[in-house]
């Protein structure tokens, strides 16, 4: 009777068991952190039902069941028994299978971490600008192969450093400036490891790495570009042939030597120095000669000046230069000076040459209150010292006749272009036997509203001028 009983309620309890383990199994499935390989149980359930169908079959022959309770039933639970219980051992054994596949997935990451920094090291190295990394306390932390070219030091050696090593003129509010320069080229002077220093251009950008701001520095030597900007500088600035301050610069420093008195420094003069004779040195010598001998010239004027003076070329055989500091009207003084440098002898295709000089001479502000007056008055200051030949003339202004000088020489072109000029040939005779021996030529000029212009008058200023 006992028997009975418990194989009328054998089912029940294969169900009730099978139940708890399907839902067991299922809860840890849900709870598991690995990927399931859901292949690896498929096979095994699918083996197992095959075995628990037969093993039904076997039941539903042989089991002798009493009160009606159905073999099928009977069936049923010792299947859902078994494949819960075997589902459950493959969801274990998968957790194993899917750590290793986990451990597997980790390191295939890691490697690909580690590719990725090794073609950007690659990439790095193989950079043409140099590449400084350093943080926010300005310590370096990393250097490219071509900083290390640039600097003369091993990255290992500079890791830990301070950044000021490499910069020679290095601010020491660079920490509180660099968020200001960042995106920005800023100009430095670069210190290598034997010492010598070289313009170099910083461009700074920041990074957050693993929540560490990281500055990253492309640095490039500018020696080049700087001696570029240089050459174009001089050649802008100074005369091409004699390396002199040119016209345009002259004025320039005039101009700033003026607001300087004006703010209560001491007067300054100007000094137009003109050669004389000089087209006779290009006709014998040519150009190439005349030019050699205005280098010369040029370098005799720089040697003997002050340091704090200006020598230009304004053009020609004509030199000006801009005394500061005229103390006591020292301007005079320089003036006989730089007549006695013109002096000495100048080497010109082996054979010494002395050249003479007019000096023209105007203070400032005595002779003039701005640059454009005080240039008038030094041209009027160089044309009075050449009619009067004088070796130094300091302008003055009653016996400035610069305007009716230059509207004389406007006529004179004019009447040139006019064809106003008479010739006249005036006859030698020998006194003794009363024979014409010659003519002597002469100019003259009928002016239509003066009459005849003294003839001493227009030729001193045509050859002033160079109009003969």
């Known amino acids: 009777m006992l028997l009975q009983g418990l194989v009328a309620y ?23 952190n690995y990927p399931l390989s859901w292949s690896r149980i498929n096979w095994r359930v699918v083996l197992l039902l095959t075995l628990f169908f037969c093993a039904g079959y076997l039941l539903h022959s042989h089991l002798l069941l009493v009160n009606g309770v159905s073999k099928t039933l009977v069936v049923v639970s010792v299947v859902l028994l078994i494949a819960s219980i075997t589902l459950f051992i493959s969801v274990r054994q998968n ?29 790095l190295d193989n950079a043409a600008e140099s590449i400084l990394t350093f943080n926010n306390r300005l310590k370096i932390s990393g250097l490219n192969r071509a900083g290390e070219r640039l600097f003369g030091y091993a990255e290992n050696a500079l890791i830990g450093h301070e950044l000021s090593l490499l910069i020679s003129n290095f601010p020491e509010d660079f920490r509180t400036k660099i968020d200001g320069m960042l995106g920005e080229e800023v100009e430095f002077i ?3 490891h034997e010492g010598d220093r070289f313009p170099i251009s910083l461009k700074v950008s920041a990074v957050n790495i693993d929540n560490q701001l990281v500055y990253i520095a492309i640095i490039a030597d500018i020696s080049d570009r700087k001696e570029v900007i240089e050459r174009l500088q001089h050649l802008a600035d100074r005369d091409g042939l004699t390396g002199l301050y040119n016209r345009r610069v002259f004025l320039q420093k005039v101009t ?7 703010r209560g420094g001491v007067s300054c003069a100007l000094l137009f120095i003109d050669l004389d004779n000089f087209k006779a040195i290009n006709d014998v010598y040519g150009h190439a000669g005349g030019d050699r001998f205005l280098v010369d010239v040029a370098n005799l004027l720089q040697r003997d000046r002050r340091k704090s003076d200006y020598v230009a070329r304004l ?8 005394m500061m500091n005229n103390y006591n009207n020292m301007a005079l003084d320089a003036a006989k000076v730089f007549l006695d440098v013109l002096e000495e002898p100048i080497e010109l295709s ?24 005080l240039l008038k008055h030094m041209d009027a200051a160089i044309i009075a010292a050449k009619r009067n030949n004088e070796l130094i003339h300091v302008y003055e202004a009653e016996k400035d006749d610069t305007s009716g000088r230059l509207a004389l020489v406007q006529s004179i072109k004019s009447a040139i272009e006019q064809s106003e000029f008479e010739l006249y040939y005036q006859p030698k005779i020998e006194l003794v036997s009363g024979t014409l021996i010659g003519v002597e030529a002469l100019a003259r000029w009928p002016d239509k509203n003066n009459g005849y212009i003294p003839t001493e008058m227009f030729i001193s200023v045509m050859e002033q001028t160079g109009l003969i």
């Not at 099978?18 to 299922?26: V, Y």
């Not at 899917?98 to 490697?111: H, P, T, Y």
């Open 256 to 262: 700033e030597a003026l607001d300087l008195v004006k």
């Open 10 to 32: 054998l089912p029940l309890l294969f169900i009730l068991i099978g139940i708890s383990f399907l839902a067991g199994t299922i809860f840890y499935m849900r709870n598991v």
């Open 315 to 322: 053009g020609g055989d004509e030199f000006a230069v801009l």
């Open 95 to 123: 957790k194993q299978y899917a750590g290793l596949l986990r451990l597997s997935d980790l390191e295939k990451e890691n490697q690909e971490i580690r590719n990725m920094h090794q073609r950007l090291e690659i990439i």
């Open 350 to 373: 082996k054979e010494s040459i002395s050249v003479t000089a007019k000096v023209g001479i105007t203070i400032y502000p005595e002779h003039g209150g701005d640059v454009q007056i």
């Open 190 to 192: 670069g210190k290598n």
